[in-house]
């Protein structure tokens, strides 16, 4: 069936240090999303990458989709303490949309 | 803009009773998904709607779970009788569009579930 896979589960930098969460499909995905989760609250779209290869930036945040369209990566460059929270994949398959496990990013002052 | 608004924030009950959660989507999307997260773990997609219509419930356990989305606006989850392990936060979400347009989530605060 179809499944997304995040690696590392867990992330801990000092602030100012780099991050990176990896996301991997077992198939060929139609787009991927991003969301990001502060502890207690709800997922918020951060963003969709659709073409093969495609590159998008936010500020500190890269977003990058595989050639594949099977794996796709979020890197953040100097890390703040508003950083912190759970950052989900959704793969999406056509029909309907599977979220990874997240990787959930600690920022120590 | 309104966001998505659930009802209530939360709910503890005792196994085999029954519950339900209401959703009322951003105006004028289309596509509504109710959404279980546990403690954890990503949201597992449930129930997929397309105005009052289900696009996709492979993943809804239909001997116990129950969804409506009548007149294609807010729409009702229910869960008859839980188990303990159906504790969980339930999210739903609105979007205006499904399949490969851009189709960007937004969540409401969710529900969240204690089973005794």
């Known amino acids: 069936g179809q499944q997304v896979m995040q690696i590392p589960q867990y992330q801990h930098v000092q602030e100012g240090e780099d991050f990176t969460t990896y996301c991997n499909s077992s198939t060929t995905l139609s787009n991927i999303q991003w969301y990001k989760q502060r502890p207690g609250g709800h997922p918020v779209f951060l963003i969709q990458?659709?073409?093969?290869?495609e590159v998008k930036k936010q500020k500190r945040l890269t977003f990058q989709f595989g050639e594949a369209k099977k794996n796709s990566s979020l890197h953040i460059t100097a890390t703040q303490t508003t950083d912190v929270g759970t950052y989900f994949c959704a793969g999406n398959y056509g029909q309907n949309f599977v979220f990874g496990p997240g990787t959930r990013l600690s920022v120590l002052p | 803009e309104a966001g998505v608004a659930q009802s209530p924030r939360y709910k503890i009950i005792e196994k085999r009773q029954s519950v339900a959660f209401w959703c009322n989507p951003i105006?004028?999307?289309?596509?509504l998904y109710w959404y279980q997260q546990i403690l954890g773990q990503g949201p597992k997609l449930l129930i997929q709607f397309q105005n009052n219509g289900v696009v996709d419930d492979s993943q809804l356990p239909k001997d116990r779970f129950s969804a409506e989305r009548l007149k294609g606006v807010d729409s009702t989850l229910k869960i008859q009788p839980a188990k303990l392990e159906d504790s969980a936060v339930y999210l739903c979400?609105?979007?205006?569009?499904?399949?490969?347009?851009?189709?960007?989530?937004?969540f409401g605060p969710g529900t969240r579930l204690t089973v005794l």
């Open positions: 979400a609105s979007s205006l569009v499904r399949l490969q347009s851009y189709n960007e989530q937004f």
């Open positions: 105006s004028g999307h289309a596509t």
């Open positions: 990458l659709v073409k093969s290869g």
